[in-house]
């Protein structure tokens, strides 16, 4: 696997001056992990958003922070509720020889193309990623599923249908391999359902952006740059073995 690659500068701003970067077209961030004290950074507002868009939360990337290179994956994303633009990234550094724990989105092939759909049924996606296990480079960039053998409303991918690659297992050893990935309806039975529960029938599950909120356990950019160490030490960090 290639890496991304992001250039990040030192950062002397904090608190509520962050803002002022913000308006020059600069990302505050914070780099941390292992034996290393945190780090305050920046980076340029086009290439960063480029980057945290591509990597999301489970593709390593290589961030260069005053000429040395760390390995490292994006840990939490800041969103702008409003103009929707990136505010704060803290990046967590790994190392190449220690598996970590991640999310990685499942990616359903063959839409529009299934035998259930040509019969005209719907096919919904009931879960869009999962957590796995991996060394970095072993890590993948999407789980594939593919859907075109689903033909009634009987039919379900379920998560023992996951093939995972060499190197790379479930992070929960007791995962449950029948919880449903995606399954088949019959449009009357979707629309009755979607009615009784006040809702109307739609084609696709709706999905909560993760980079529209801060995770529980994260703070706000606000807050992280608040100048109360709290960036300094972020409340959680990925699970590495």
Same mark, same amino acid.
């Given at each position: 696997m290639v890496n991304m690659s992001l250039k990040l500068d030192g950062r002397t701003v904090s608190g509520k001056h962050v803002a002022k970067?913000?308006? =020059?077209?600069i990302i505050p961030s914070v780099v941390y992990g292992g034996?290393?004290?945190?780090?305050?950074? =920046?980076?340029?507002?086009?290439?960063?958003?480029?980057?945290?868009?591509?990597?999301?939360?489970?593709?390593?990337?290589?961030?260069?922070?005053?000429?040395?290179?760390?390995?490292a994956i994006i840990?939490?994303?800041d969103m702008d509720p409003i103009k929707h633009t990136?505010?704060?990234?803290?990046?967590?550094?790994?190392? =190449?020889?220690?598996?970590?724990?991640?999310?990685?989105?499942?990616?359903?092939?063959g839409i529009g193309e299934s035998i259930a759909e040509r019969a005209g049924l719907v096919v919904l996606q009931a879960i869009e990623d999962i957590e796995v296990r991996a060394l970095p480079a072993n890590l993948p960039e999407s789980i594939e599923m593919s859907i075109l053998n689903l033909?009634?409303?009987?039919?379900k991918l379920m998560v023992k249908d996951i093939v995972l690659g060499e190197g790379v297992?479930?992070?929960?050893?007791? =995962?449950?391999?029948?919880?449903?990935?995606?399954?088949?309806?019959?449009?009357?039975?979707?629309?009755?359902?979607?009615?009784?529960?006040?809702?109307?029938?739609?084609?696709?599950?709706?999905?909560?952006?993760?980079?529209?909120?801060?995770?529980?356990?994260?703070?706000?950019?606000?807050?992280?740059?608040?100048?109360d160490k709290s960036e300094a030490k972020p409340k959680s960090e990925p699970e590495t073995k």
């Open positions: 970067l913000r308006k =020059q077209g034996s290393s004290d945190p780090i305050s950074t =920046q980076s340029p507002a086009v290439e960063t958003t480029k980057i945290a868009h591509a990597a999301g939360r489970h593709t390593p990337i290589d961030v260069v922070v005053d000429g040395k290179k760390k390995l840990k939490s994303i990136v505010r704060h990234i803290a990046f967590h550094t790994i190392r =190449q020889d220690e598996k970590i724990v991640t999310q990685v989105p499942i990616i359903l092939t033909a009634t409303d009987e039919d297992e479930f992070a929960d050893h007791e =995962q449950d391999l029948e919880l449903v990935i995606a399954n088949v309806y019959e449009p009357s039975a979707l629309q009755a359902a979607n009615e009784a529960s006040g809702g109307d029938a739609e084609d696709e599950s709706e999905v909560e952006s993760e980079n529209g909120e801060v995770p529980e356990g994260e703070e706000s950019s606000e807050d992280a740059e608040s100048g």
